[in-house]
């Protein structure tokens, strides 16, 4: 018998930081039940991306020693297939994410997340921006 239950969302995770990259995947894919995506290369990101077709993507500021999410969220923005996708976009350089928080009211369904997060707040983010239907229950 088929099951008629929905696939699991697809979360992209774009960092420099291995360690997240494991934090996450624990977190979103065997706690929460996310297909996880992860990436540890900004240069590589955009490509994997569109790949991958995320449901989300989270998306670190600061790859490298560079604030290179900013590209790699304008790439999305301007890309068709990506245009839409949610972006949740992290960092721990809040000063950084706080002086640049009025570009992000150009950007459609992006939020920012400042490191280190609350997990609850973290998930909250992640629901509200997933599509409401078709949502596995957890």
């Not at 301007?78 to 992290?90: D, G």
């Not at 350089?93 to 009211?105: E, S, T």
Request: hydrophobic letters at 45%.
């Amino acid at each position: 018998m088929l099951s008629t239950r929905p696939a699991p969302f697809r979360i992209a995770v774009i960092d420099d930081d291995p360690t997240f990259l494991e934090l996450m995947q624990e977190l979103l894919g065997a706690g929460e039940g996310y297909e996880v995506f992860t990436c540890p290369n900004w240069v590589d990101s955009f490509e994997h991306i569109k790949q991958v077709q995320p449901d989300l993507v989270m998306l670190d500021l600061m790859l490298g020693r560079q604030q290179a999410g900013w590209a790699v969220l304008e790439l999305l923005r301007s890309e068709p297939a990506t245009s839409e996708t949610p972006v949740i976009l992290c960092s721990a350089a809040v000063p950084a994410l706080d002086g640049r928080m009025a570009r992000l009211n150009g950007f459609t369904r992006v939020e920012a997340v400042a490191k280190p997060f609350d997990v609850d707040h973290l998930l909250q983010t992640i629901e509200r921006l997933l599509p409401a239907q078709d949502r596995i229950p957890t």
